[in-house]
């Protein structure tokens, strides 16, 4: 899978160079390609943004360099899918990523201020699948952040990242439930037992044990989940 991103701080990027994302990269199953918007403007000061039409507090980025950038990356390339990470935009979720880790080529538009002026978002949709994606309810101070732990949620989804694929199936929000809890050696580590079933051996129990636990689990700490809300 080929990702670009574009941002006015790249080096925010320099963590995807880490851990399995950064061996993906060597091993060439990620081609990650992080640019600078600024790369796109021409004035002395390399200005990307500009004071909002109508008034109003803080900056707008202005269209000329996300146009020019976004033409650049599209260019030789079927129709790409343009992720712009907004606070006003579709939830992230993991069938978003699982969804989103099908795609051969993703384009990561960062925002910063008060966001990009709106024109772009239209202008992207001649070039590829334009989607705005929210890491949450809340606000961050740029994209940077959301776009990062959306490659991160994608990027070990692709074929080869994770090494144990298996791995991947009884994760937290894969089956609409959170995990179970874990445990590892010792069984006893400062009078708190691991809990006995897990030591039985007896497979079919267990399953049994941590499939309740996922529902007690995530009736506890997220009750929207099983209401389908
Ligand atoms: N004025 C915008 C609003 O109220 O919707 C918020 C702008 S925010 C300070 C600057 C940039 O951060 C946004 O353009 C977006 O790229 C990013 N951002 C902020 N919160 C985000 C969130 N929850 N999810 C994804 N991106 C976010």
């Known amino acids: 899978m080929r990702i670009d991103v574009v941002s006015i701080f ?14 993906a990269q060597s091993a060439g199953i990620l081609d990650l390609r992080v640019r600078d918007l600024r790369d796109w403007t021409f004035d002395r000061h390399r200005t990307v943004d500009d004071t909002p039409y109508g008034g109003g507090a803080g ?3 202005k269209p000329e360099p996300w146009g020019l950038a976004l033409d650049e990356l599209a260019a030789g390339s079927p129709r790409p899918t343009i992720i712009f990470p907004s606070p006003a935009g579709e939830p992230f979720t993991q069938a978003a990523a699982r969804d989103l880790a099908t795609r051969k080529h993703l384009v ?9 002026d709106e024109r772009v978002f ?11 994606v929210s890491l949450g309810d809340y606000v961050l101070n740029g994209g940077e952040v959301a776009a990062m732990a959306m490659i991160e949620a994608i990027g070990r989804l692709i074929p080869g990242v994770v090494g144990n694929p298996e791995s991947l199936v009884e994760e937290s929000h894969e089956d609409g439930l959170l995990e179970y809890p874990s445990y590892t050696k010792p069984a006893l580590w400062r009078e708190r037992s691991v809990p006995d079933i897990l030591l039985s051996g ?4 267990i399953a049994t044990w941590r499939r309740e636990q996922q529902i007690e689990r995530t009736r506890a700490r997220r009750p929207d989940l099983l209401h389908g809300d």
């Not at 790249?10 to 950064?22: A, C, I, V």
């Not at 007896?202 to 129990?205: I, Q």
């Open 10 to 23: 790249p080096s925010y990027f320099d963590g995807l160079t880490l851990s399995l994302l950064g061996k």
């Open 59 to 61: 900056m707008v980025m």
């Open 108 to 116: 990561f538009g960062c925002g910063r201020y008060e966001g990009i």
């Open 122 to 132: 239209e202008y992207a949709q001649t070039l590829g699948e334009v989607r705005l």
């Open 202 to 205: 007896n497979h079919g129990a």
